[in-house]
T-cell receptor, first 111, second 114 residues
Framework: SQQGEEDPQALSIQEGENATMNCSYK?????LQWYRQNSGRGLVHLIL?????REKHSGRLRVTLDTSKKSSSLLITASRAADTASYFC???????????FGAGTRLFVKA | SAVISQKPSRDICQRGTSLTIQCQVD?????MFWYRQQPGQSLTLIAT?????????ESGFVIDKFPISRPNLTFSTLTVSNMSPEDSSIYLC???????????FGPGTRLLVL
């Protein structure tokens, strides 16, 4: 399978709460990217973290990367109803140039 | 960043016919890719579009079914041939400027095969 794994598959929270999504992968990577996709629409790039980085922030987003565990997490703080979307991690593997996507997490933020 | 447009944005096609999807980028890019996203699923890489040579296909995808052209560094086409209802998906064009750079996506082409 091309895909990495993400969990949870679906997450439902109240507005104002934090949302955490996890991504695991199998082989060494150059970098890892997180994307958001609103229902049936295009992908929006959120953040790229390189293999030599451990944490990055962008507004309400915080991404961590643990290469020893081959995993990453995306934290959305103080969530809003507009954050309702599917979130995907995507990895660029060492020695290649293709980007492979995880299965995605569907986040639902209740107002 | 890169601005990517795709044509058509959506189409409804009859089984057995073919559809060609166009992808145009606003500037030259090194790498172009085609992905498929089946309903409710994640993205699956179909192939890497190579400028001036045959595309590189992923396991499970073949040139006869998904012929790809890339005549220059800003344009590519993907044809979905001899379509069946199982080909109903969103098809997305994607680009990268370098091996370790951000990957950008077009808006997608929504295909429904009846």
């Amino acid at each position: 399978s091309q895909q990495g794994e993400e969990d949870p598959q679906a997450l439902s929270i109240q507005e104002g709460e934090n949302a955490t999504m996890n991504c695991s992968y199998k082989t060494s990577i150059n970098n890892l990217q997180w994307y958001r996709q609103n229902s049936g629409r295009g992908l929006v790039h959120l953040i790229l973290i390189r293999s030599n980085e451990r944490e990055k922030h962008s507004g309400r987003l915080r991404v961590t990367l643990d290469t020893s565990k081959k995993s990453s997490s995306l934290l959305i703080t103080a969530s809003r109803a507009a954050d309702t979307a599917s979130y995907f991690c995507a990895t660029d593997h060492t020695g290649g140039f293709k980007t492979i996507f995880g299965a995605g997490t569907r986040l639902f933020v209740k107002a | 960043s890169a601005v990517i447009s795709q044509k058509p944005s959506r189409d409804i096609c009859q089984r057995g016919t073919s559809l060609t999807i166009q992808c145009q980028v606003d500037s030259q890019v090194t790498m172009m890719f085609w992905y498929r996203q089946q309903p409710g699923q994640s993205l699956t890489l179909i192939a890497t579009a190579n400028q001036g040579s045959e595309a590189t296909y992923e396991s499970g995808f073949v040139i006869d079914k998904f012929p790809i052209s890339r005549p220059n560094l800003t344009f590519s086409t993907l044809t979905v041939s001899n379509m069946s209802p199982e080909d109903s998906s969103i098809y997305l064009c994607s680009v990268k400027r370098g091996v370790q750079e951000t990957q950008y996506f077009g808006p997608g082409t929504r295909l429904l095969v009846l």
